[in-house]
């Protein structure tokens, strides 16, 4: 059965700390995606990988960064949390060969920023 | 650039009915869609998902969606809704050449009861 992980299901940080989420897959795909899901917004795209050592930004990057240092691994880096990077964040992974194009989600981390 | 807009962001139902989610996107190329469930506390599941060929698309858990090219539609349907049904539906769209970057719509949450 296909698998993504993520690190932590739920986590309480202090404002200014740094904040490492990890996610690992099993499905040996070349991309990776990190999302932060609110309500009323659906799912924003904050960074994503095609390959190792890879990034791109998303559409909301600002306050995030990421590190892929092997293929089954997308670490999404808080700098310095603040109290507006309480959300849900959602890991994901698919691959490129055409037709297999869905993304394959993690369970989500809910990180609550005091 | 590809947007999905998800109007109905509750639709309440009695177990047993019909229910239509609705699903609009805007694009100037040709894309891809799919439809997501997200179950309480879980990351996203995917229920169906169109890629070329016939318009009308089944998926799992007795869902079906059909791709109206004409009026950029892609509603979600189930002609009998149980109490297990009850999550969030995303709608995501993504261009069906270059890289894998899916937009989602803001999610419409079912609401099952008996």
């Known amino acids: 059965d296909v698998k993504v992980t993520q690190s932590s299901r739920y986590l309480v940080k202090r404002t200014g700390e740094k904040v490492f989420l990890e996610c690992v897959q099993d499905?040996?795909?070349?991309?990776m995606f990190w999302y932060r899901q609110d309500p009323g917004l659906g799912l924003r795209l904050i960074y994503f990988?095609?390959?190792?050592?890879?990034?791109e930004k998303g559409d909301i990057p600002e306050g995030y960064s990421v590190s892929r240092e092997k293929k089954e691994r997308f670490s999404l880096i808080l700098e310095s949390a603040s109290t507006n990077q309480t959300s849900m964040y959602l890991c994901?992974?698919?691959?490129?060969?055409?037709?297999?194009?869905?993304?394959?989600f993690g369970p989500g981390t809910r990180l609550t920023v005091l | 650039a590809q947007s999905v807009t998800q109007l109905d962001s509750q639709v309440p139902v009695f177990e047993e009915a019909p229910v239509e989610l609705r699903c609009n996107y805007s694009?100037?190329?040709?894309?891809?869609l799919f439809w997501y469930v997200q179950y309480p506390n879980q990351g996203l599941q995917l229920l169906l998902k169109?890629?070329?060929?016939?318009?009308l698309v089944k998926g799992i858990n007795g869902f079906e969606a059909e791709f109206n090219k004409s009026q950029t539609s892609f509603h979600l349907r189930k002609p009998s809704v149980h109490i297990s049904d009850t999550a969030e539906y995303f709608c995501?769209?993504?261009?069906?050449?270059?890289?894998?970057?899916?937009?989602f719509g803001t999610g419409t949450r079912l609401l099952v009861s008996p």
């Open positions: 990988s095609y390959d190792v050592k890879m990034k």
């Open positions: 694009s100037s190329v040709s894309v891809y």
């Open positions: 499905m040996d795909h070349e991309n």
């Open positions: 995501a769209v993504r261009m069906n050449t270059g890289f894998q970057k899916l937009v």
């Open positions: 994901a992974s698919s691959s490129p060969t055409p037709g297999m194009n869905e993304q394959f």
């Open positions: 169109y890629l070329s060929g016939s318009t």
